[in-house]
């Protein structure tokens, strides 16, 4: 790398950077961020940004004639502030070491950023210890403050905590609905978030996080910590029931009920009981189509589904992100499809022009015209 190269990247696209910004826990915690940061830095003449795990800025806030001033540099969402881009600075190297970082004036190796100083921090998912992203503040080198590193530091911290917070009460709503379903099972058998943590357990002793793979699903499966189990979607998590003589096997079924017009609803089944939801409209849309296209079909394939528009992929990958979150383990991607052991059946209205009659997607339009078999 070169010091007197310029730090210019290739940014983001639009709909990339949206897709991003969609797709990240630290959406959840921006007001903590920006509540925590935002008003210090426009005071102290700096600026708050936000990136990703790669260095991608993702947000970006603060001083208005800093804002122009790091745009002259790229520090602009979208733009790429990893080592290997920019040389060392403090978004980069707090990526890379994975802890606090302060780097002022000449400590960065581009000459260009001789000039700024900056102090970033790194935000973890305390779900699973996964680097989510960085924290950074920046200005001109005459705002350095020593105190800086311990503000950003702390602010990261609280976006944790918030993030803490949010995953204990949704674990606890898992256990609310664990409950009962537990106390019509026998033998051993346990409720856990989709990360693994548990929210409910029955016929053996508890334990604090069932270790899951990364490629896992509904059905039988083998876990270290608890060896053969079937296992079960839930609202939020997965229901596993240790396999024992007596223990049958489950299957998951969904049923799409489209026929009351305004009021779709998804209920899924399984051994251990049942649960339903309401769906919105776009919800709806895109799970009719999984259901009467078993095979799948790829995010541009459901784009022209929708909207008639192959490349509104990037809103169709964050809505069935959404969904997905909702119907943990029903569905899987590349293609988008319902997994092939879940048995799914559509309900339709009596008459075809009621099938979701506010939408406007091809495929449903189609669909009232030439109804599916």
């Known amino acids: 790398m070169d010091p007197e190269q310029s730090t210019d990247s290739v940014l983001l696209q639009t709909d990339e950077l949206e897709h991003r910004r969609n797709s990240t826990a630290l959406a959840e915690v921006m007001p903590v961020l920006s509540g925590g940061l935002a008003a210090v830095a426009d005071a102290s003449l700096q600026i708050m940004v936000v990136t990703d795990p790669e260095g991608r800025v993702l947000w970006r806030d603060g001083n208005t004639g800093v804002l122009r001033r790091a745009d002259t540099i790229c520090l602009e969402e979208g733009a790429a502030w990893s080592e290997d881009t920019t040389g060392t600075n403090a978004i980069g190297t707090a990526l890379n070491a994975g802890a606090a970082v302060q780097v002022h004036s000449a ?59 949010r995953h204990l009460a949704a674990v606890e709503r898992l256990r609310a609905v664990a409950a009962p379903l537990l106390s019509r099972l026998g033998g051993k058998a346990l409720v856990v978030d989709t990360n693994g943590w548990l929210a409910a357990v029955t016929g053996m002793p508890p334990v604090d996080r069932v270790p899951l793979p990364s490629s896992f699903g509904a059905g039988r499966v083998w876990l270290p910590s608890l060896g053969a189990c079937f296992v079960e979607p839930m609202p939020g998590g997965w229901l596993l029931r240790v396999i024992e003589t007596d223990v049958p096997a489950c299957a998951s079924r969904v049923v799409l009920d489209l026929a009351e017009p305004r009021r779709p609803q998804v209920t899924v089944s399984g051994s251990a009981g049942s649960w339903a939801q309401d769906l919105s409209p776009r919800h709806a849309e895109l799970l009719y189509v999984l259901a009467v296209h078993r095979e799948g079909r790829s995010a541009a394939q459901l ?24 119907l943990t383990g029903l569905l899987d991607h590349r ?34 015209v030439r109804p599916p078999l």
């Open 107 to 165: 400590e960065h190796f581009v000459r260009t950023l001789h000039d700024w100083t900056c102090a970033a921090a790194p935000v973890h998912d305390p779900r699973d210890g996964r680097l989510l992203g960085i924290v950074d503040v920046s200005g001109p080198d005459h705002t350095f403050h020593p105190a800086t590193l311990a503000l950003v530091d702390s602010v990261s911290r609280l976006a944790e905590s918030e993030l803490r917070s």
């Open 303 to 326: 784009a022209v589904d929708i909207f008639g528009d192959p490349t509104r992929t990037v809103t169709v990958r964050a809505e069935l992100s959404r969904v997905r979150r909702r």
């Open 335 to 368: 293609p988008y499809r319902f997994r092939d052991e879940v048995v799914v059946e559509v309900l339709f209205p009596d008459a075809p022009l009621d099938l979701l009659p506010h939408s406007a997607a091809p495929a449903v339009l189609d669909a009232r």
